[in-house]
């Protein structure tokens, strides 16, 4: 579903990704790890062209990633990406949230967009929700519409950059629980996160990344029992 070969990417002098080659299956979810700095989210957003590489090749779905244009937009509508912070729009309604690029990308009629938004809402748990704008939301709600809009898409892939990281202790679970149905039920999903707990029970790879490459990839069994590589080691040492 995503394949990158040979990536670069340079930020002035500063090369932040060096050679990655990542394929991510179908129904895959691949959880993306590593210290502060080390180009995880460099990389996802490389993955739907929120930045330009310097060379090597990315596709999605068997289609080169395309680099401007209706394509591009296209491209965005196909992989969706959840951030740290919300995102929502502050002045649109939670539902219109949800439905707005379902009716201006996908051209979807608006009775459609509304009837998927609202079962949208309903999976993520929030659909007394719709009608009130996101800063009536606790932080967890936020989240958790922002996924519904990305879902509203009809996405091949979900991108998740630190999705929790911003959120109150208590917030964290229901957005992984999100997370986790959402592997069960068959998404494409390339998840970058310190929730550790989340890589072992969801995770089908776990790809760890230092210095801009990416150093280790295994099954979270095998990669949090037996680290390979002494920066792996060293990380988890850190964090475990
Ligand atoms: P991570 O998500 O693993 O913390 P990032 O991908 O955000 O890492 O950043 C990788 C490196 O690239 C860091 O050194 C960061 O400071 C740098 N960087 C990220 N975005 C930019 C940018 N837009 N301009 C310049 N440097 C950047
Ligand atoms: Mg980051």
Redesign the pocket.
């Known amino acids: 579903m995503v394949v990158l070969d040979g990536v670069n990417k340079h930020?002035?002098a500063?090369h932040?990704l060096r050679d990655i080659d990542l394929t991510v299956a179908r129904g895959e979810v691949v959880v993306v790890i590593?210290?502060?700095?080390?180009?995880?989210?460099?990389?996802c957003r490389t993955i739907n062209r929120l930045e330009t590489i310097d060379s090597g090749a990315i596709s999605i779905d068997g289609r080169p990633l395309p680099q401007e244009g209706r394509e591009l937009a296209r491209l965005r509508a196909d992989v969706g990406m959840v951030f740290q912070s919300f995102n929502l729009f502050a002045h649109k309604t939670v539902l219109e949230n949800v439905t707005l690029g379902q009716i201006k990308v996908r051209k979807s009629p608006r009775e459609t967009a509304e009837r998927t938004a609202r079962s949208l809402l309903d999976r993520v748990g929030v659909s007394g929700q719709a009608d009130k704008y996101p800063a009536q939301l606790s932080g967890g709600q936020q989240q958790r519409v922002a996924i519904a809009r990305a879902l509203a898409m009809a996405p091949k892939v979900m991108l998740f950059d630190e999705p929790t990281s911003a959120l109150d202790p208590e917030m964290i679970n229901e957005v992984l629980e999100v997370m986790r149905q959402l592997a069960r039920d068959g998404m494409t999903m390339v998840v970058?996160t310190h929730e550790m707990g989340f890589a072992r029970s969801a995770a089908h790879r776990v790809v760890f990344?230092a210095d801009?490459r990416i150093v280790e990839q295994a099954p979270p069994d095998r990669f949090f029992s037996s680290p390979r590589s002494e920066r792996a080691k060293d990380f988890l040492s850190k964090i475990l």
């Open positions: 930020f002035g500063l932040v590593g210290p502060s700095g080390s180009g995880k989210s460099t990389l970058v990344m801009g």
